[in-house]
């Protein structure tokens, strides 16, 4: 049982930056890859930038340079800072873990969404 919070979402003008931040909260026996997803109107989710339990990282072509993705165990708190945004990186966006809760029990949990708008 777990509850992911995602915040730190807002407006901004293009340029700007924004960090968004997702805390994992419940009862679980451990949290393996943790990700950020976006979807904007009318398009698929997709997957912005992702984290290993160990660390290693995965960031999206559009994202790359750009976000940085990071990781407090301790916390069970992902991370996504947010640089130089562009009015295409407007979209909620969306935290995911993949959680074990219990023998042979496990499975992703999605957080609830933040928007993020860049526009002048």
């Known amino acids: 049982q777990v509850r992911l919070v995602e915040s730190g979402g807002g407006l901004v003008q293009p340029g700007g930056s924004l960090r968004l931040s997702c805390a994992a909260s419940g009862s679980f026996f451990s949290i393996g890859v943790m990700g950020w997803y976006r979807q904007a109107p009318g398009k698929q989710r997709e997957l912005v930038a992702s984290?290993?339990?160990?660390?290693?990282?995965n960031y999206a072509d559009s994202a790359k340079g750009r976000f940085t993705i990071s990781r407090d165990n301790a916390k069970n708190t992902v991370y996504l800072q947010m640089n130089s945004l562009k009015p295409e990186d407007t979209a909620v966006y969306y935290c995911?873990?993949?959680?074990?809760?219990?023998?042979?029990?496990?499975?992703?949990?999605w957080g609830q969404g933040t928007q993020v708008t860049v526009s002048s």
């Open positions: 984290c290993s339990n160990g660390g290693s990282t």
């Open positions: 995911n873990a993949a959680v074990t809760w219990g023998i042979s029990k496990s499975g992703d949990y």
